[in-house]
């Protein structure tokens, strides 16, 4: 018999709730990673049903176009629509005052494009993702253009980060993003002000996007085991 997964379920069930909170006629945000693929899993076979329909994605990345073809989502780009109902995304990190840090996926600045519009951001995480201050257990991914990487690096150094280039699994050198770029992750010892620090990390020449995502979130479900018995609750 193979063992079931706690966190697994976890994210499996808080996908599913997110799904549940998409009503038919609207646009949605696909988001990135492995939670919101179980959200894009359930949103399809709900329009399959036919229990909601007319609905379009807007994607986040390769793989929510991916996920999205698989379900049977029908993709819009930003060109064709003049708005997003609701969004559904994971996270790394999340606050106390629902601020992130995302881009595990290294997907954060096509995320944030499409988060940021939504008029619902809706992030779905398991309860191990929760953090009583950004950066404790996650480090900031930062989005460059290649030919950027070392005087970011440098840059970076200097505000007390410690930059490290993000490199490939399965695939011989660096991350390469959606957009072709490269992906450096910081660790800062203390990121007291994420508001200044998202605002100064982008104002470095080279940099595209960086992870901290402040006050964009509406609502953050959160994928629990208690007592053997997964559970969603809301913060
Ligand atoms: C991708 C992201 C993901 O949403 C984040 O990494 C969470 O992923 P997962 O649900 O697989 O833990 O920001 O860039």
Do not use: C
Not at 202 to 220: A, C, S
């Amino acid at each position: 018999m193979t063992a079931v997964d706690p966190v697994q379920v976890m994210k499996q069930e808080v996908g599913k709730a997110a799904a549940a909170l998409v009503k038919s006629d609207s646009i949605v945000g696909l988001g990135t990673g492995s939670t919101t693929a179980f959200a894009i899993q359930y949103i399809g076979e709900r329009l399959k049903s036919g229990e909601i329909s007319n609905i379009k994605g807007v994607p986040t990345s390769f793989q929510a176009i991916v996920l999205a073809r698989q379900y049977g989502i029908p993709l819009v780009s930003l060109d064709e629509i003049d708005r997003i109902d609701i969004a559904i995304d994971g996270a790394d990190e999340v606050d106390p005052q629902k601020n992130l840090i995302k881009g595990g996926g290294a997907a954060h600045t096509q995320e944030k494009i499409v988060d940021s519009l939504a008029s619902e951001f809706v992030v779905v995480v398991d309860s191990g993702k929760l953090v009583d201050r950004l950066g404790s257990t996650f480090l900031l991914p930062v989005e460059v253009i290649p030919m950027a990487v070392t005087p970011v690096m440098r840059a970076i150094e200097k505000l007390g980060g410690n930059p490290q280039l993000r490199m490939g699994v399965k695939k011989a050198g660096p991350v390469v993003t959606d957009q072709g770029n490269l992906v450096i992750d910081v660790k800062f010892d203390r990121i007291d002000n994420p508001a200044e620090l998202e605002k100064t990390l982008n104002n470095i020449p080279g940099v595209l996007e960086n992870g901290l995502f402040v006050g964009v979130t509406d609502r953050v479900l959160i994928g629990e085991v208690k007592d053997g018995q997964p559970s969603v609750r809301e913060m």
